[in-house]
T-cell receptor, first 113, second 116 residues
Framework: NAGVTQTPKFRVLKTGQSMTLLCAQD?????MYWYRQDPGMGLRLIHY???????AKGEVPDGYNVSRLKKQNFLLGLESAAPSQTSVYFC????????????FGSGTQLSVL | AQKVTQAQTEISVVEKEDVTLDCVYE???????LFWYKQPPSGELVFLIR??????QNEISGRYSWNFQKSTSSFNFTITASQVVDSAVYFC?????????????FGKGTHLIIQP
């Protein structure tokens, strides 16, 4: 069972470069989320989606864009990477609102130089 | 607005000691859910427990136990007879009843170090 899969696992970017993080889930979950984890800050919500074709802003959305063209995939884009975006990124999914249980991917370590 | 506070940034104990991780939450909702996640050194997030606001019974799972007290807005986590494998960062999290679509609000985590 794959669950939630994030690619890539590691990436190094130069300031100003762009990239896309891919999150794929095979559990037919409706809701998907992108979090970032920084030392001493816990996990903070970047964007989320409540279904195919929908997206919404979380706590720290600036500098990121997302798309949910297919139910199973949730993409996180950085158009012009900045050193402040160096972080560990976690994708998560949830079957429906009532389930209240998030399933997490293994994370992506992103460094922006 | 929701808020989760884990005041203990880091705790270090010797193996076999009992240790309690504190979690205090704030929410205006009467229906909400509380969670604990474990993040071992490998980095993945491991779900430990979910508790809804209507169930104040304490729960025990092996060496783990959770004490939910609505009167003090706390959801504390105790590890009995700690082991080195318990070393990890532990996160407390909160989800309100508003559809739950906006995910969980996490505390900043407590880094637990179990020394052999």
């Amino acid at each position: 069972n794959a669950g939630v899969t994030q690619t890539p696992k590691f990436r190094v970017l130069k300031t100003g470069q762009s990239m896309t993080l891919l999150c794929a889930q095979d559990m037919n979950h409706e809701y998907m989320y992108w979090y970032r984890q920084d030392p001493g800050m816990g996990l903070r919500l970047i964007h989320y989606s409540v279904g195919e074709g929908t997206t919404a802003k979380g706590e720290v959305p600036d500098g990121y864009n997302v798309s949910r063209l297919k139910k199973q995939n949730f993409l996180l884009g950085l158009e012009s990477a900045a050193p402040s975006q160096t972080s560990v990124y976690f994708c998560a999914s949830m079957r429906a609102a009532y389930s209240k249980k998030l399933f997490f991917g293994s994370g992506t370590q992103l460094s922006v130089l | 607005a929701q808020k989760v506070t884990q005041a203990q940034t880091e705790i270090s104990v010797v193996e076999k000691e009992d240790v309690t991780l504190d979690c205090v939450y704030e929410t205006r909702d009467t229906t909400y859910y509380l969670f604990w996640y474990k993040q071992p050194p490998s980095g993945e997030l491991v779900f430990l427990i979910r508790r809804n606001s209507f169930d104040e019974q304490n729960e025990i799972s092996g060496r783990y136990s959770w004490n939910f007290q609505k009167s003090t807005s706390s959801f504390n986590f105790t590890i009995t007879a700690s082991q080195v494998v318990d070393s990890a960062v532990y996160f407390c999290a909160l989800s309100d009843s508003g559809g739950g679509a906006d995910g969980l609000t996490f505390g900043k985590g407590t880094h637990l170090i179990i020394q052999p």
